[in-house]
């Protein structure tokens, strides 16, 4: 059974910056694409950022391409986020999720796990 723990949200002031962390444990991540995902109030889940955990690629929304990292430490199967330059409309609970295959999609609905959320705040 795949677990994804996030860690790192919080409060933040516009224009700095915050590093979320995802620990993963229980699968073959070696095959598998692993991204970012992020909700604010009233919206829907959409698509930050992701990586083939076999590949070499990065893939990043427009919103945030430029702005934010996606990472990775391989003996620690961990995955970061790093967000520069945040903005307000940055503000959401942020996931991490794993696809079990290692081709990247940008839909929520092709990862079949999921951590439980970091609540990032961004204050103007």
């Known amino acids: 059974q795949v677990r994804l723990v996030e860690s790192g949200g919080g409060l933040v002031q516009a224009g700095n910056s915050l590093r979320l962390s995802c620990a993963a444990s229980?699968?073959?991540?070696?095959?598998?694409?692993m991204g970012w995902f992020r909700q604010a109030p009233g919206k829907e889940r959409e698509f930050v950022a992701a990586f083939s955990w076999g590949g070499g690629n990065t893939y990043y929304a427009d919103s945030v391409k430029g702005r934010f990292t996606i990472s990775r430490d391989n003996a620690k199967k961990t995955v970061y986020l790093q967000m520069d330059s945040l903005r307000s409309e940055d503000t959401a609970v942020y996931y991490c999720?794993?696809?079990?295959?290692?081709?990247?999609?940008?839909?929520?609905?092709?990862?079949?796990?999921w951590g439980k959320g970091a609540q990032v705040t961004v204050s103007s």
């Open positions: 229980g699968g073959s991540f070696s095959s598998y694409a």
């Open positions: 999720a794993v696809r079990t295959y290692s081709d990247i999609y940008y839909a929520a609905l092709e990862y079949r796990y």
